[in-house]
């Protein structure tokens, strides 16, 4: 008896559905900052715009990453630079306040697309976060 195909088949292995029937790209946003009310309510405003957002990251590369420069332990400097190494078309959104203008200047530098300074205006962070996040698969 002869076999036509040989594909193998794994019991542990979930069916793959049809490229017809693949979900559309999904862009995941990343959203570090060391309050969670305010990472929370980052991730809704991005829902709100029909991204996926998370406040931590996976095994998944994301597709952007919007980060506070002001966090405790590893700075958001220090992130952008190490996700700028590990994917150099990463759009990113740097964010501070007002004080510490130079330092989101530096972080357009090392590879942030744009930067808020906080508070900021729900219709400008709208605005900048379609301009940046939807341009780019953010993984190259």
Known sequence: MRVSSQRRY??????????SEQTPYRQ???????DEDIRLMLCDRLRGLGFE???????TPPTGLLVEL???????????????????RLPII??????HIDRLRAAIQ?????????????????????????RGNGTG
Do not use: N, W
């Open 10 to 19: 794994s019991l542990d292995a979930e069916p793959q559905p049809a490229e």
């Open 28 to 34: 995941l946003i990343i959203v570090i900052d060391q």
């Open 53 to 59: 957002a998370e406040g931590k990251m996976e095994q």
């Open 70 to 88: 002001d966090m405790p332990v590893l700075g958001g400097m220090a992130i952008i630079q190490e996700l700028t190494d590990l994917y150099p």
């Open 94 to 99: 740097a964010m501070s306040h007002s004080a």
């Open 110 to 134: 090392l590879g942030a697309k744009e930067y808020l300074v906080k508070p900021f205006d729900p219709e400008l962070f709208r605005r900048k976060c379609i301009q940046v996040f939807q």
